[in-house]
T-cell receptor
Framework: KQEVTQIPAALSVPEGENLVLNCSFT??????LQWFRQDPGKGLTSLLL?????REQTSGRLNASLDKSSGRSTLYIAASQPGDSATYLC????????????FGTGTRLQVTL | EAGVAQSPRYKIIEKRQSVAFWCNPI?????LYWYQQILGQGPKLLIQ????????DSQLPKDRFSAERLKGVDSTLKIQPAKLEDSAVYLC????????????FGNGTRLTVT
């Protein structure tokens, strides 16, 4: 059974800092990995999707990396801003399943002024 | 494009009552999902539809939960009877064709069972 873990559970940083969020998964037979952002009271917004054959994806200040063999992904946020405050979740799509996503429990990020 | 629409936004019921949630996915999205997100946890898949057929309902508590997607568009999720532990946010998501297409989520329905 696939298990997805995110560390840390919560993180507070001052504005302008670069930061890294971690995601690990137990079964490396994945099809892809997605990073989502969730604002309070809202649904999830897809940030980046990395296919199993890729090593990283970039979008603006966000960079996600994937090391499938070690079961790890990181989300790097450069020059953090207060607007980045949200919960960040990673999810893996398992190979050979009907596109089922297994989510981590998220990292709650607060960027302070 | 219009996003995934869900209603109601909030619902408070007493245990043993019934409740229904509605979802309208993005136009043209064949795949629709219902997720349950308990406070402090990641979303858990309840059921996945491909058009109007069920693809995966292995984690749906079928003794009290039911879902349908008539005509392959809108979907409803029902709980009958509700238990205290059903208090959660129920998220609907849809996805276009393509194995690597991302999910689009609605804002969810927050259910409180008292």
């Amino acid at each position: 059974k696939q298990e997805v873990t995110q560390i840390p559970a919560a993180l507070s940083v001052p504005e302008g800092e670069n930061l890294v969020l971690n995601c690990s998964f137990t079964d490396s037979a994945i099809y892809n990995l997605q990073w989502f952002r969730q604002d309070p009271g809202k649904g999830l917004t897809s940030l980046l999707l990395i296919q199993s054959s890729q090593r990283e994806q970039t979008s603006g200040r966000l960079n996600a990396s994937l090391d499938k063999s070690s079961g790890r992904s990181t989300l790097y946020i450069a020059a953090s801003q207060p607007g980045d405050s949200a919960t960040y979740l990673c999810a893996v799509k398992e190979a050979g399943t009907a596109s089922k996503l297994t989510f981590g429990t998220g990292t709650r990020l607060q960027v302070t002024l | 494009e219009a996003g995934v629409a869900q209603s109601p936004r909030y619902k408070i019921i007493e245990k043993r009552q019934s409740v229904a949630f509605w979802c309208n996915p993005i136009s043209g999205h064949a795949t629709l999902y219902w997720y349950q997100q308990i406070l402090g946890q990641g979303p858990k898949l309840l059921i996945q539809f491909q058009n109007n057929g069920v693809v995966d309902d292995s984690q749906l508590p079928k003794d009290r939960f039911s879902a349908e997607r008539l005509k392959g568009v809108d979907s409803t999720l029902k709980i009958q009877p509700a238990k205290l532990e059903d208090s959660a946010v129920y998220l609907c998501a849809s996805r276009p064709q393509g194995a690597n297409s991302p999910l689009h989520f609605g804002n969810g329905t927050r259910l409180t069972v008292t």
